[in-house]
Nanobody, 120 residues
Framework: QVQLVESGGGLVQPGGSLRLSCVAS????????MGWYRQAPGKQRELVAA???????KYADSVKGRFTISRDNAKNTVFLQMNSLKFEDTAVYYC??????????????WGQGTQVTVSS
């Protein structure tokens, strides 16, 4: 059993930046692909970004060029650097693994979520 704990969310103005962190209680390398999902009010949860053990990454079209996912296997931590934030990025962000890299399907481990609110 792996527990995932997210942090780093908050209130930010449009154009601002936030860095989310996800710390796992166990080895994320054993989970291979890790990802960040988000769910906005009234919308379905969507995959934002994923990263494999080998460093392959994929992003939702809506965040390409603005968000960067990274990982530190030694610290069992996954990061999501979010720049140029927009109103539509407002959502609860969840860490997840192991993610199906090609399917985008979430794995069995979820964090509790961290709220990101973009507002002026």
């Amino acid at each position: 059993q792996v527990q995932l704990v997210e942090s780093g969310g908050g209130l930010v103005q449009p154009g601002g930046s936030l860095r989310l962190s996800c710390v796992a209680s166990g080895s994320i390398s054993s989970l291979n692909v890790m990802g960040w999902y988000r769910q906005a009010p009234g919308k379905q949860r969507e995959l934002v970004a994923a990263i494999s053990n080998g460093g392959m990454t994929k992003y939702a079209d809506s965040v390409k060029g603005r968000f960067t996912i990274s990982r530190d296997n030694a610290k069992n931590t996954v990061f999501l650097q979010m720049n140029s934030l927009k109103f539509e990025d407002t959502a609860v962000y969840y860490c997840n693994g192991p993610v199906g890299y090609y399917s985008g399907s979430p794995g069995r481990y979820w964090g509790q979520g961290t709220q990101v609110t973009v507002s002026s």
